[in-house]
């Protein structure tokens, strides 16, 4: 079992350039959530997805971001217009079901983004 | 708003000491805690993870604790080693099926 595996694992933009980020679950987990951990802080919860849906995007910033999971193929999170501010660790993380009760999450190593 | 955060941000101790690290948070009203490992540059990693009906959770050397009424966890190593050298993180599921919260970490180095 691979895990969740997550590409590239650095990305360098500079500012204005779009950036993609891929992410594909572990076998069998049709649930994928993406988290930012901007330097110095605690990781921050973007999206949670299902296959085809968008179930939660209570933190995702308003503009520039979008995230999707498309019925075949890895989750994408794309970011627009890069700015510096956007520089961050990205994480995935899946789980055969949402999470609740015992169910657990599952992260990938995530995708360093630099902007320059 | 859910709120966690952790104590000490970070924290140095030769190796063989036991520590404690800490974790509070705001909501008590939780379905689980989840103690994570977050080596340099790297992704995270379970360690423990407790249900809300659950006081503790063990591993090896590590032993989680959960008083949900108090809003507080512990995470207790034993016989503390350089390889545990890491951050630790503490995130709580409010049960919204959808996301975690994760307190900023406590930063460890265990030296030799």
């Known amino acids: 079992n691979a895990g969740v595996m997550q590409n590239p694992r650095h990305l360098v933009r500079r500012r204005g350039q779009e950036a993609r980020l891929r992410c594909s679950p572990m076998k069998g987990h049709s649930h994928v959530y993406w988290y930012r951990q901007l330097p110095e802080e605690g990781l921050k919860f973007m999206v949670y997805?299902?296959?085809?849906?968008?179930?939660?995007e209570s933190g995702m910033p308003k503009e520039r971001f979008s995230a999707e999971f498309p019925k075949e193929g890895p989750s994408i999170l794309r970011i627009q217009q890069v700015v510096r501010g956007d520089s961050a660790a990205y994480f995935c993380?899946?789980?055969?079901?949402?999470?609740?009760?015992?169910?657990?999450?599952?992260f990938g190593a995530g995708s360093r983004l630099t902007v320059l | 708003k859910q709120e966690v955060t952790q104590i000490p941000a970070a924290l140095s101790v030769p190796e063989g000491e036991n520590l404690v690290l800490n974790c509070s948070f705001t909501d008590s009203a939780i379905y689980n805690l989840q103690w994570f490992r977050q080596d340099p540059g790297k992704g995270l990693t379970s360690l423990l993870l407790i249900q809300s009906s659950q006081r503790e959770q063990t591993s090896g050397r590590l032993n989680a604790s959960l008083d949900k009424s108090s809003g507080r966890s512990t995470l207790y190593i034993a016989a503390s080693q350089p390889g545990d050298s890491a951050t630790y993180l503490c995130?709580?599921?409010?049960?919204?099926?959808?996301?975690?919260?994760f307190g900023t970490g406590t930063r460890l180095q265990v030296t030799l």
């Open positions: 997805l299902q296959k085809e849906n968008i179930i939660d």
């Open positions: 993380a899946s789980s055969p079901v949402g999470i609740s009760g015992a169910n657990v999450l599952t």
């Open positions: 995130a709580v599921n409010t049960g919204t099926a959808s996301k975690l919260t």
